[in-house]
């Protein structure tokens, strides 16, 4: 029994801090509708500037605190608002989702560039060397102050948030920012203050955070994920529930620790557990009124090629690759390669994402169950490798996509994120998967009559793969499933009301997209003749959805420059060194940029359209159309 | 052998301070080592060498290396190429190797295995051989070394498959055990603690491979009972759970070797706030780190042991090994913002290792003259750095040092005297079968 009481207590202070970093997020998400990927990489940011001034520039701990916690904070919030943020009022959740990853980018390649990673840094506890014992627990002040704000934090925000007129006036410009300024509130005054307390919280979380877990980058920025799970029971906007599940998600998290048998597959459990927990609130608790999703604004959408064009491109295209190849060195036709594959596995994103409006941020999961495959099966080359790939990927696609069917938006986003962790840990970490060398070879599938192992036959190959596939992909879009997927991501109230079974579309094309997916990942397990543990991680599958969206994904030529740049920025890090470290930094600010162009750079007009509209509409005339992609139509939807 | 780091993408990031616990030995005999610095002994005077293969000229060798030097964790092995570096610096101002000053040209994997193909192949056509890499992913330069297998790879792999291939000499093999010297001493000095062991284990492949063989070599000894152990991931930074755990399992003997210093820094910080002392703590080198004592807090470390294979390099052993005296001057001359880590440590001992090789090939080198000199290495300790192995037998070192941690610093244990080198034992070593 003494040992049941210590491991609640031990669990409970843990869960305090996965509570304070969920309401942060909840507060956020509360006043502007949009769910911040970011918020742990503010966090991060704000104790990094704690430690300077406290630490390195010897300020007072008072005054570092004053300064950081009450202006650098809240402007720092408060700027992000105005700059990002306010353009992406009435944007989809892919399109939100993406530029709060592309920030959360940006602030890890600046705090890079800032605090070198190298060095070791140490933030000092508060009260250090006081504690208390509690249930044969020794807590410390710090600890406990952890547990105060916490909870304090969640009753105050409530109570600002509901029971106060500014409070009150936050929510009300999320919920409708017509009616709320016919009322006399502005919605970007308090959308800024929104993000400023936001932001605040953030620091408050990051500074209290940081001498428990030492003062890294890379974990103060991610350890918010396993926030997540608390934030959903909280279903994002209570408060007091959102504390509850932080306790409960750190009470599981201890007693696995407790109770599982050591030694044994269950003692491997407790790396997954805030991904099954997340896996399994959102599958159980009832979904939230998304603010987020509740808005569609028509895009307009990308010229779909046709037929003709289609195939004249691809054999254009591949012809090209194939005259371009035979003057390349064996690296450049190895990156091009890997860019291929990468633009392949792209493609799948076109289906779900670009077409489906479903955002996954598991797909290079899918690509490495797909690599997996094709080295297990069958000696590692065969056609049957190819086809177990596909199989194996497409159906966990499914499986993934049915407890998560009746999930839309950031629930179905957070999901995939839960399962594309939880596979990391649970799968491709594991020795029985990749063998104690972390590495499986795959081999390249036997072609009758022609040789593959040279890189110019595989290069040439997966060109003509991308083009078969791309021309699939754009066939989809024009059939009437592709219109099915379409309606269904601009509206699945509105295609359910027409009576298209939802249910159906998004299972089809989840399966799909995970099957090509798996396609793309055996060949890229071909191109390197092997995968290893380390080849299929959530930050790859985040990137690459990033560079998918900055490109155009909803267009398969973005896809193609996506997957060749992804391949790229390896090469650039390895010859430009005064670039490493800017390369984080490009991304974020790409991936922001959608914010303004959520069409991507592929999927705006060219050149030649805007010469075309500009001529239609005359001299003189303004052309609408020329400098936006975002067709103002502020319809509701449900849900 | 055990590597891990601080994050990265989550999983990467215990993946660094795990290569420090590597080998070890048995009990008895002390062998102080050959501490007779040198260049790689005598320089001769410039004297018609020629161009005599790829990356050699009159004057200069250039010899390639890829390591992780950015990505997720930027800087994760930028100590390997220093370390090559910084022994290279040294070895031409004392007039290089036969008139001829060596290069390194060191290239960045970028945490990509794709990259480190490429790179690999880049350099095979102009470096001499490779020198000092380090990689989480020198599985995939390993189809161009394996491919090419005329080009010398001196340096510390991962990979089993590189560390298999005939042209890849380490400085301190792996060899596909563990040595048992330690936890035969462990046994004799602490004899109750052994029977209830408890760890925390990096959950990424090399950790639960090191683990394993650990595991299988306590068994060989006799007397161990593990009664807990825990795979953990990046994001676990607080171990209260496991501290209740283990004092409610009576355990007794902890080992920490298969996680990071960070992670061991935690770990103890936790037990000493709740007050949980067991009778050893055991980190297996992890914890011999230049920032080690900067996370953990006073007094939470007292008494925490590391056995590892190579001399006390942050300072320690300074005064009694020449080679750890030259490694910190020249490390500190070279490269002064990295403190010298195991990483540094392996880049160095690997281009002692060509050098020498190199010094044996004569006047006009080639790959195979190269390879065949190190073919002829089989007894290597780099001037009493490390603990002697055998790089062309393969063979990890069966001899270890033992380091306790006292008022937050590093002391030599074992052996106590003469104040250097390492504790053997020729049969201290468990190997696993096949």
Redesign the interface.
């Known amino acids: 029994m003494s040992?049941f009481l210590?491991?609640s207590v031990?669990?409970i202070?843990?869960g305090c801090?996965y509570a304070l970093t969920a309401m942060g997020l909840v507060v956020t998400y509360t006043t502007s509708g949009i769910f911040n990927f970011a918020h742990g990489a503010i966090g991060m940011v704000a104790a990094f500037m704690y430690w300077e001034l406290s630490v390195n520039q010897g300020l007072p701990t008072p005054l570092a605190l004053v300064l950081v916690l009450f202006v650098f904070a809240p402007l720092m919030g408060a700027l992000i608002e105005r700059v990002l943020m306010r353009p992406l009022h009435g944007a989809s959740v892919e399109t939100t989702l993406t530029v709060t990853i592309g920030l959360l980018l940006l602030l890890i390649g600046l705090a890079?560039i800032i605090w070198?990673?190298?060095t070791?840094?140490?933030l000092p506890q508060f009260f250090a060397g006081n504690?208390v014992s509690i249930l044969g627990?020794?807590v410390?002040w710090h600890q406990l102050t952890v547990v105060i704000v916490a909870a304090a934090v969640a009753v105050g925000m409530r109570l600002f948030l509901f029971r106060t007129r500014p409070g009150t006036a936050m929510r009300a410009v999320v919920d409708d920012p017509e009616l709320a300024s016919m009322a006399g509130a502005s919605p970007a005054r308090f959308g800024q203050y929104g993000w400023a307390i936001g932001a605040f919280l953030a620091a408050l979380a990051g500074i209290l955070l940081a001498p428990?877990?030492?003062l890294?980058?890379?974990?103060l920025t991610?350890?918010v994920?396993?926030g997540y799970a608390a934030a959903l029971v909280g279903r994002l906007k209570n408060l007091p529930l959102t504390f509850a599940g932080g306790v409960v998600l750190g009470l599981v998290?201890?007693y696995a620790?407790?109770y599982l048998p050591?030694?044994t597959l269950l003692?491997?459990i407790?790396?997954v557990v805030?991904m099954v927990f997340l896996f399994i609130v959102i599958l159980v608790v009832p979904q939230g009124r998304l603010r987020a999703a509740g808005r569609a604004i028509a895009l307009r959408v990308p010229r779909v090629a046709g037929w003709r064009e289609s195939v004249i491109a691809g054999v254009v295209f591949v012809a090209i690759t194939w005259v371009v190849s035979a003057h390349l060195?064996?690296?450049n036709l190895?990156?091009a390669g890997?860019g291929m594959a990468f633009a392949i596995i792209m493609l799948s994103l076109v289906l779900l994402v670009g077409y489906g409006g479903q955002v996954s941020l598991c797909q290079l999961t899918f690509a490495g169950l797909g690599a997996f495959a094709m080295g297990e099966v069958a000696g590692g080359g065969s056609w049957l490798g190819v086809l177990a790939g596909i199989g194996l990927a497409g159906a966990v696609g499914a499986l993934v996509a049915l407890p998560a069917i009746r999930l839309r938006g950031l629930y179905l986003a957070l999901s995939t994120l839960a399962f594309a962790?939880a596979m990391?840990?649970a799968f491709f970490?594991?020795?029985n998967v990749?063998?104690?060398?972390?590495?499986l070879t795959v081999g390249r599938v036997h072609i009758p009559g022609i040789s593959l192992q040279s890189p110019r036959a595989f290069l040439v190959l997966l060109a003509v793969v991308f083009v078969v596939v791309g021309i699939g992909v754009l066939a989809v879009r024009r059939s009437a499933f592709g219109r099915r997927l379409v309606a269904m991501g601009d509206s699945p109230s509105g295609t359910a009301t027409v009576g298209i079974n939802i249910t159906r579309t998004k299972l089809v094309v989840f399966t799909a997209s995970a099957a090509l997916a798996g396609l793309g990942g055996v060949l890229y397990g071909g191109?390197?003749?092997?995968?290893?543990?380390?080849?299929f991680?959530?930050?790859?599958s985040l990137t690459l959805l990033l560079l998918a969206s900055v490109w155009g994904i909803k267009t398969v030529t973005g896809m193609l420059f996506a997957g060749l740049l992804f391949?790229i920025?390896?090469?650039i890090?390895?010859h430009v060194?005064a670039l490493?470290?800017l390369l984080y930094l490009a991304v974020g600010l790409g991936a922001i940029s959608i914010g303004r162009n959520p069409n991507g750079v592929m999927g705006g007009k060219t050149p030649l359209e805007r010469w075309r509209d500009r001529r239609a509409a005359g001299p003189g005339q303004p052309d609408a159309t020329a400098t936006a992609d975002v067709v103002e139509e502020p319809t509701r939807v449900a849900g | 052998m055990r590597l891990k780091r601080g994050l990265g993408l989550p999983v990467i990031v215990v993946t660094v301070g795990l290569v420090a616990a590597a080998c070890g030995g048995g009990s008895s005999s002390s062998s102080s080592s050959t501490t007779t610095t040198s260049a790689a002994s005598t320089t001769a005077p410039p004297s018609g060498g020629t161009a005599s293969d790829i990356g050699v000229t009159p004057n200069q060798v250039t010899v390639g290396n890829v390591s992780i030097l950015s990505g997720p964790v930027p800087g994760l092995f930028q100590g390997a190429p220093n370390g090559a570096d910084a022994f290279f610096a040294y070895q031409n101002s004392v007039g290089g190797v036969n008139g001829r000053k060596i290069t390194l040209k060191s290239s960045d994997d970028a945490f990509s295995c794709n990259q480190n193909q490429n790179e690999t192949q880049s350099l095979a056509g102009q470096a001499f051989a490779f020198v000092g890499s380090f990689s989480l992913f020198d599985n995939c330069g390993a189809k161009v070394l394996q491919a090419q297998p005329t080009i010398p790879d001196v340096a510390f792999s991962l990979d089993p498959v590189a560390q298999a291939l005939p042209n890849n000499f380490s400085p301190s093999p792996l060899g596909n055990g563990y040595r048992t010297g330690p936890f035969i001493y462990y046994k004799q000095q602490f004899p109750k603690a052994v029977q209830s062991v408890g760890t925390l284990v990096a959950n990424i492949p090399s950790s639960i491979a090191s683990w394993n063989n650990e595991k299988a070599a306590m068994q060989q000894v006799g007397g161990y009972h593990i009664a807990y152990e825990r795979d953990i991931n990046p994001l676990d930074t607080d171990f209260t759970s496991d501290v209740v755990r283990m004092r409610s399992a009576g355990v007794q003997m902890v080992i920490l070797g298969n996680a990071d210093y960070k992670t061991a820094a935690r770990f103890l910080n936790n037990a000493q706030q709740q007050g949980y002392k067991p009778q050893l703590v055991e980190s297996g080198g992890v914890a011999y780190d230049a920032s080690f004592f900067k996370l953990v807090n006073p007094g939470a470390a007292q008494g925490l042991l590391n056995d590892q294979t190579q001399a006390l390099y942050l300072g320690g052993d300074a005064k009694t090994t020449p080679e750890v005296q030259l490694f910190d001057t020249w490390m500190a001359k070279t490269h002064p913002g990295s403190p010298p880590d195991l990483f540094s440590v392996y880049g160095w001992t690997s281009a002692r290792l060509f050098t020498q090789a190199l010094q044996t090939a004569g006047l006009n080198p080639t790959r195979a003259s190269v390879l065949a000199a190190l073919q002829g290495v089989h007894s290597f300790n780099s001037n009493g750095l490390l603990a002697t192995g055998d790089p062309a037998g393969k063979k990890s070192p069966t001899c270890w040092v033992l380091i306790k941690v006292n008022n937050n610093q590093y002391q030599r244990l074992q052996p106590p005297s003469p104040p250097s080198g390492f504790t053997c034992n020729p049969d201290g070593q468990y190997t696993r079968p096949g």
Do not use: C, M, W
Request: hydrophobic share 35%; no cysteine; glycine share 8%.
């Open positions: 040992e210590a491991l031990v669990g202070v843990a801090i890079t070198d990673p190298t070791s840094r140490v504690s627990v020794v410390t428990l877990v030492t890294d980058i890379n974990t991610l350890l994920i396993n998290e201890s620790v407790g050591t030694g003692s491997q407790k790396p805030p060195s064996s690296t190895a990156t890997h962790e990391d840990f970490q594991n020795t990749f063998g104690t060398g972390s590495a191109q390197q003749n092997q995968v290893g543990a380390n080849d991680q959530l930050l790859y391949a920025f390896p090469v890090q390895s060194p490493r470290d």
